[in-house]
Structure formats: C-alpha cells, structure tokens
C-alpha cells in the first residue's frame, strides 16, 4: 500500500514552495518571488498527528500559456493533481481571486478529488475575512493561513488529514529502495527516470537546467 500523497497547486507566487516548506519542517522548495523557480515536482514526507503522508511541491499553473516551459511545468502539475489523494489550491488573499484562480479551481472541480483551499498571506487573524470572496471558487473547504509566519497552519493540516485515506505502514517504508539518477547536464537523466518509472516524472527538455 502506498502512502497518502497531498499535491500543493496554484497559480505561481502564491506561496506553494514557503507552505511546502513549513509542512515537511524543512527548506527543501526554493523560495523566490521569480515565476517558474519549481518545475519538477517535489515530494518529502509530511506528519500531523501520527498521519505521516508524501507532500508534493508543483509549480506554478497558468492555465492560458503559450510558454514551453509553463506548459511542461503545468502538466506535472496536472500529473500530481491526478496521483493525489488530497489536494491543497493556494491562493493569494492579499491578491484576491484572479482569472487564473478561477480556471485551477475549474480543473481540479473536474478532478473530483477532496480540496482544501488554502488562502495564503492572511497574516493577521483580523484579516481573515478576506477569504470570504474565495467561495466564489465552488471548493467548500476555505481555510486562511500564513505560509510565511506559520499562521492557520495547524487548522490547515486538520483539514488535509481528516481527508486522508489510511497511512501506510512504519514496516513497509523501511523496506522502500531510494535510488538516485546523477550525471552532466543533457545527458537524458530525466528520460531515464520517466522509463524506469513508467510516467512522465520529470520535465524533459534540450535546455540544461531544466531540472
């Protein structure tokens, strides 16, 4: 059995890699204001309250692009919606809801996976009813937080777990294989790693550091 995984999306710059962060207690996502920093997909292991589950880090999803880059880094994300057992959308509350919070909040509509809606940047509990007009999105679970400061973090986690399916077993992780695909740039390491895996894991692409 697998464990639970939990896939962060958005829109970019809405603070997916800071809550990331804050989730598995470590940095492990860049943090930068500059779109398109997270491509790949990131996955660490998350815990609350005993629920031990696989966090997945996405990049940001603009859903209208003609940008290569965009478009492969929106497909991973489609990919991690699509492996999820519970999704997070984050938004921006200082920001509002934008065209393209709309469209993410229609995809995952159609996934029918359970959502919780994160809205990010309420740093002050007398902000929290800027959430308010984020119903407007259809997702009924609309809960305020703070990636930065911490804030409505563990409220959020509640939500996520209750949502859960069973975790997998202490036994059957320790006997998991971890196996790590190194080399130059454009060697295909990113090729190699989507055939072992049978799914298109990594971005593959002609410009080096792409992953």
């Given at each position: 059995?697998?464990?639970?995984?939990?896939?962060?999306?958005?829109?970019?710059?809405?603070?997916?890699?800071?809550?990331?962060?804050?989730?598995?207690g470590?940095?492990?996502?860049?943090?930068?204001?500059?779109?398109?920093?997270?491509?790949?997909?990131?996955?660490?292991?998350?815990?609350?309250?005993?629920?031990?589950?696989?966090?997945?880090?996405?990049?940001?999803?603009?859903?209208?692009?003609?940008?290569?880059?965009?478009?492969?880094?929106?497909e991973?994300?489609?990919?991690?919606?699509?492996?999820?057992?519970?999704?997070?959308?984050?938004?921006?509350?200082?920001?509002?809801?934008?065209?393209?919070?709309q469209?993410v909040?229609?995809?995952?509509?159609?996934?029918?996976?359970?959502?919780?809606?994160?809205?990010?940047?309420?740093?002050?509990?007398?902000?929290?009813?800027?959430?308010?007009?984020?119903?407007?999105?259809?997702?009924?679970?609309?809960?305020?937080?703070?990636?930065?400061?911490?804030?409505?973090?563990?409220?959020?986690?509640?939500?996520?777990?209750?949502?859960?399916?069973?975790?997998?077993?202490?036994?059957?992780?320790?006997?998991?294989?971890?196996?790590?695909?190194?080399?130059?740039?454009?060697?295909?390491?990113?090729?190699?790693?989507?055939?072992?895996?049978?799914?298109?894991?990594?971005?593959?692409?002609?410009?080096?550091?792409t992953?």
């Open positions: 059995m697998n464990q639970p995984m939990v896939a962060i999306v958005g829109r970019p710059n809405v603070g997916k890699s800071t809550l990331f962060n804050r989730l598995v470590k940095r492990i996502s860049i943090v930068e204001d500059t779109p398109g920093v997270t491509r790949d997909r990131i996955i660490a292991d998350a815990e609350w309250n005993r629920h031990v589950f696989s966090l997945v880090d996405t990049g940001g999803i603009e859903p209208e692009t003609d940008d290569a880059m965009m478009s492969y880094m929106k991973q994300a489609q990919l991690a919606v699509s492996m999820a057992d519970v999704v997070v959308m984050m938004t921006d509350g200082k920001a509002g809801v934008t065209v393209d919070d469209l909040a229609q995809l995952l509509r159609r996934s029918h996976k359970p959502v919780v809606l994160c809205v990010n940047k309420v740093d002050n509990p007398a902000r929290e009813d800027m959430i308010y007009e984020f119903y407007e999105l259809g997702l009924e679970c609309v809960m305020p937080c703070s990636a930065t400061l911490g804030l409505g973090v563990g409220d959020l986690l509640d939500e996520i777990v209750a949502r859960l399916p069973e975790p997998v077993s202490q036994e059957e992780k320790e006997h998991r294989l971890q196996i790590a695909v190194v080399g130059k740039p454009n060697a295909g390491k990113s090729s190699l790693t989507n055939a072992i895996l049978g799914q298109y894991r990594t971005i593959v692409s002609d410009i080096p550091g992953t």
